[in-house]
């Protein structure tokens, strides 16, 4: 261990440490370095809470329901009420927009199509700017403010700009956001306008963007706040605690979520883990996570691996298969190189879950499934339904198990992928064919009627 690394592991405070998952490494850090990756190995970091100080099982429960009817900003946050496990002082000011306290849905519709009795869905979508960056972000840029940093910068697909444009604007810090031109929706890109972000069309794709934020990240000034920041890690993870304390603290068989970056499916996995740890949960739920088959490195490494082997995520393969030119219409995972797969992977080994793929149709009729459950998502959301439905086809999900999907953003994030599937007028233009429509199954085009009682109670006849 080098002097310099010595000191910060002394320098671990009672909150916790940052420190290196590889375990050839486990290099430990203070809570206020402002690193993101092992200064050491380069390793990714983690942090480990004091998990000892948090407080016994029970009382935590009781806890955290009292908060939920209080009134105080901290506690009002679906974030910060669950502060006994996140590294702060409870001293320290807060950045929050309010965060979390997101729903479970039953979705009867959507559990007949995937082949299962009951599905229920958590809605992250129903956060703040519309996604579940925003978990993250509350305590990413609370740390920035911390850390006294003067900028916050993330490369995006869409959502984590918005989110971090608007948790900046909140703390009075300047954003700037890189993302890839022409490859964000609309209403993503209105958001960060909105929030007075400084915008930064690259000439690339999301992975470009992500190598030029790695970059940047040597300059003081700056401060990252893509999931590659431990801190991110920390505010997503306690979507699980919410989660969990909505089931009256009953494991659900399996939690399905997207995978892009990967953030997401390590911050579950962390959450899991520590709530077991705690004594809050008896089991871990199986974690699947689903990438769109043209933007899958993940799902390619995980079909890799040998599975005859014991796979416990405490061996974990050094390197992953970049995919250099990633496609899918679900522009917010269109990801080839995902930064927190060593964590994500970790997590759905431990608990005996899956990464798998699903096509663009599949992603597309979903998204309209969950529609008529009278639920609307973003098509990156709609994979988890669409892969539910795959893992009950090859057995790994049994009918009668508790399944939970979480969504993972708003159905308004991208208005132009809906009308597309609906009209008939969505296609692909990559692979063999330039321009593949995508005729979808619950199609759902607005008709034109004629101004006429007759003719209004006609179509709806004709439709019953
Ligand atoms: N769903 C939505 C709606 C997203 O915006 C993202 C990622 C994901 C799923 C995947 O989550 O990256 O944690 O595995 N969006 C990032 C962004 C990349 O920049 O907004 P992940």
């Known amino acids: 261990m080098s002097q310099e690394t010595a000191k910060s592991a002394q320098k671990a405070t009672d909150r916790g440490a940052q420190r290196c998952i590889l375990p050839g490494c486990r290099g430990a850090f203070d809570l206020r370095e402002r690193i993101y990756v092992c200064p050491r190995c380069g390793g990714p970091l983690e942090i480990e809470c004091n998990l000892d100080a948090a407080g016994k099982a029970a009382a935590l429960r009781e806890k955290w329901t009292a908060r939920a009817a209080s009134l105080e900003p901290r506690d009002r946050s679906g974030v910060w009420r669950f502060r006994e496990v996140l590294p702060f002082e409870d001293s320290e000011p807060v950045v929050t927009l309010f965060e979390g306290n997101t729903p479970v849905y039953d979705a009867p519709r959507c559990a007949e199509y995937a082949g299962l009795l009951t599905l229920r869905l958590k809605h992250q979508g129903c956060n703040p700017t519309g996604s579940f960056k925003d978990t993250g972000m509350t305590v990413a840029v609370t740390q920035a403010v911390r850390l006294g940093a003067r900028t916050a910068v993330c490369a995006s697909t869409g959502n984590t700009a918005a989110s971090l444009a608007a948790y900046s604007a909140r703390a009075g810090l300047q954003c700037a956001i890189l993302v890839p031109q022409g490859q964000i929706t609309a209403a993503k890109l209105a958001q960060s306008m909105d929030y007075g972000a400084v915008i930064c069309e690259i000439d690339g794709n999301f992975d470009d963007c992500m190598r030029l934020i790695q970059e940047l990240g040597d300059d003081p000034s700056i401060y990252i706040a893509n999931s590659i920041n431990p801190f991110r890690i920390e505010g997503q993870k306690t979507v699980a605690y919410e989660l969990m304390q909505q089931c009256s603290w009953r494991v659900p068989d399996h939690l399905v979520v997207p995978g892009g970056n990967m953030g997401n499916s390590s911050a579950f996995g962390k959450g899991f883990d520590e709530m077991l740890r705690l004594g809050l949960i008896d089991r871990l ?3 699947s996570v689903i990438q769109a088959s043209g933007s899958a490195p993940l799902a390619h490494l995980f079909a890799s691996l ?56 599949e992603i597309a009729d979903a998204k309209a499934m969950i529609g008529r459950d009278g639920i609307g998502c973003e098509p990156a959301s709609a994979t988890t339904v669409a892969g539910i439905r795959k893992l009950v086809a090859s057995g790994h999900i049994q009918p009668k198990e508790s ?12 208005p132009d992928y809906v009308s597309h599937y609906h009209r008939g007028t969505l296609a692909q233009s990559w692979g063999d064919e330039l321009h593949r429509p995508i005729i979808g199954a619950l199609r759902n085009a607005p008709e034109r009627v004629p101004a006429t009682k007759k003719a209004i109670l006609g179509r709806l006849q004709s439709r019953r």
């Open 403 to 414: 399944v939970i999907a979480v969504l993972t953003g708003h159905v308004l994030k991208d």
């Open 306 to 361: 040998d599975q005859s082997k014991p796979m416990d995520g405490s061996h974990l393969p050094d390197r992953i298969v970049p995919v250099a030119d990633p496609h899918t219409l679900a522009t917010a995972i269109k990801i080839g190189v995902p930064v927190s797969w060593q964590k994500a992977l970790r997590a759905v080994l431990k608990s005996r879950g899956q990464i798998i793929t699903v096509e663009e149709r």
């Open 285 to 287: 739920p199986k974690l």
